[in-house]
């Protein structure tokens, strides 16, 4: 026969307190308690007075059987590429992103191909329906629960055994045996716990959404990624149409994959070739057409090459700073860039105003559009057009170099497909000086 109680531990040096205190008393750590259920059991004694506890025991290596995993096809190919091929059975993953991103949209449009259980703990079954009816979901399977108690949700996964379960959100249940409120720490580590123990004992796999902080980081405890299987990104500007789907932590398939999806007005929409989403260029009636400050650059999303257009504006300013403004690209880069033109070109751009785009949306964080960015504001200030087709790849170093980038072979052939003829990378030149001279 087993208790339970509840208990209040530091998560910085263990005290344990029978209620909760804002400072703990041992190492004066502030709002360091969590609470925390404790299990007090009864143990048999053995002889010579020792407890027996029955639990596993150690196998040898060799004699362990591996069995093959049949993953679950989620009906979207980008959604299955980032998690290696599909849900495994059992497994949890945990969906977080911005509010708004497209989270429940997503995980609804799963739930209706697998005719799977969708428990909502923020919206009622009819405000899930409405959202169903117009993603064009109405005819599907699936159930519907609004719960927020942890315990009933575990008691009706055992009994449905649906093909999946999506929990939508995390942040939003609790359970009686703790006195605490829904979204605090200790509500949210112990219910995460619960569901992962029947996903595994059951099989079934389980989508949790978690909520973001306005840090971008995932709110509640750290442990709650420890626990999971997969931690999934759901990331975009909210009144863009581009997101693109990242994994930080993949326990049965890689971490380097993203998966690229539109939003509009009926749901998500996978993106087959993300490229076409961020040129202008491919969905203009006259290809041959170039403009002044604007070139592509082949990024890498994951181990997927990407063509972008970067833009510049550059024009006389009479303030006695001039402007700097970007969006897609780090600011710092843009202030490197514009450090070496001034000093490598001579380019007065001391006395301008820098305006830094990428079309479509996409952030762009490594160094490889370093060179696209150098030509585009060098095209821009001096109003001269590139010739078609041309892109761009390299990183800039602070002489003035041409490093090479990973993958420069992938990124030339994506970049070759896609009709570039003319690409500028560190294999034809070895500084920013050599590769303006041939523009």
């Known amino acids: ?143 519907l629960m609004a719960e927020n108690d942890t315990d009933n949700i575990c008691i009706q996964i055992e009994e449905e055994r649906s093909p999946i379960v999506i929990v939508d959100s995390i942040q939003t249940l609790e359970t009686v045996d703790l006195s605490g409120m829904a979204g605090a720490v200790g509500q949210v580590r112990e219910s995460a716990s619960r569901l992962i123990r029947i996903a595994k004992e059951n099989t079934i796999p389980i989508i949790i959404v978690g909520h973001v902080t306005k840090e971008g980081t995932i709110a509640g405890p ?111 880069r843009l202030q490197l860039i514009l450090a070496v033109l001034q000093k490598k070109l001579n380019l007065p751009l001391y006395a301008c105003d820098v305006y830094l785009n990428v079309a479509g949306g996409l952030k762009i964080s490594e160094p490889a559009a370093d060179l696209a960015c150098a030509i585009a504001i060098i095209s821009s200030y001096k109003n001269k057009p590139l010739p078609s087709k041309t892109c761009a790849i390299g990183e800039i170093g602070l002489l003035g170099e041409l490093r090479r980038v990973g993958n420069l072979e992938k990124r030339i052939k994506e970049a070759d497909r896609l009709g570039y003829t003319n690409i500028i990378s560190s294999n034809q030149f070895a500084s920013i000086v050599e590769a303006t001279k041939t523009l």
Request: with cysteine; aromatic share 4%; glycine share 10%.
């Open 1 to 143: 026969m087993s208790k339970s109680t509840s208990v209040f531990v530091c998560q910085q040096c263990g005290y344990n307190a029978p209620q909760w205190l804002g400072r703990c008393p041992n190492c004066q750590s502030w709002n360091s308690l969590v609470e925390t259920i404790e299990q007090k059991s009864r143990l048999r004694q053995g002889s010579g007075g020792q407890a027996k506890v029955k639990g596993a025991k150690p196998q040898k290596l060799s004699e362990i059987s591996l069995k093959e995993i049949q993953r679950i096809p989620t009906g979207l190919e980008e959604l299955d590429r980032v998690l290696g091929g599909g849900v495994v059975p059992g497994s949890v993953i945990l969906l977080a992103g911005d509010p708004g991103i497209g989270k429940s949209t997503l995980l609804l449009q799963v739930c209706g191909k697998l005719a799977g259980l969708y428990i909502s703990g923020e919206e009622s079954v009819t405000q899930v329906k409405m959202r169903a009816e117009r993603l064009g979901l109405g005819a599907s399977k699936m159930q």
């Open 222 to 332: 750290k442990v709650l990624e420890h626990l999971v299987d997969t931690v999934l990104y759901l990331e975009g500007e909210r009144f863009q149409s581009l997101r693109i789907l990242r994994s930080n932590k993949n326990r049965y398939g890689p971490v380097d994959e993203v998966g690229v999806f539109e939003m509009d007005d009926r749901g998500i929409k996978e993106v087959k070739n993300p490229s076409e989403l961020f040129l202008n260029e491919l969905r203009s009636k006259n290809k041959e057409a170039s403009k002044t400050g604007s070139v592509t650059v082949c990024t890498m999303e994951g181990s997927r090459p990407i063509l972008a257009e970067i833009q510049a504006l550059v024009i006389p300013s009479k303030l006695t700073m001039p402007r700097r403004a970007v969006t897609g690209v780090d600011f710092n």
